[in-house]
């Protein structure tokens, strides 16, 4: 499978933003798909992700600003982002793995294939 995210830009703080990933081949019912991101200096962090029934979790320190949401029709995933600020800052990565269940961070971390990511700049 090959992913190509999309969607990155400049944005001011308070701002929205939403991601796209397009995945060359899909199965929602083995669905195991996320987004993490990684600032300069620091090591990469996992975002949020939805399995095959459609269970989405998120990390605390986006909960609530952050959606994950797919379109199966469109093979596509989206990360709506809201009340950005500068600590969001980075590159975001699509990853997706396929299992229909279990799915989880660790998971993902281990057997996902990734997309060459897409840059969040948060600046006034």
């Known amino acids: 499978v090959q992913l190509a995210e999309s969607g990155g830009g400049i944005v001011q703080p308070g701002g929205s933003l939403r991601l796209s990933c397009i995945a060359s081949e899909y199965t929602p019912t083995r669905r195991c798909m996320g987004w993490f991101r990684q600032a300069p200096g620091k090591e990469r962090e996992w975002l949020a992700r939805i399995d095959a029934p459609g269970t989405t979790t998120y990390a605390e320190s986006i909960k609530g600003r952050f959606t994950i949401s797919p379109d199966d029709a469109k093979n596509t995933l989206y990360l709506q982002m809201t009340s950005l600020n500068t600590d969001d800052t980075a590159m975001y990565y699509c990853?997706?793995?396929?299992?229909?269940?279990?799915?989880?961070?660790?998971?993902?971390?281990?057997?996902?294939?990734w997309g060459q990511g897409t840059q969040v700049t948060v600046s006034s």
């Open positions: 990853a997706a793995a396929q299992i229909p269940m279990g799915c989880s961070t660790a998971f993902l971390k281990k057997y996902a294939t």
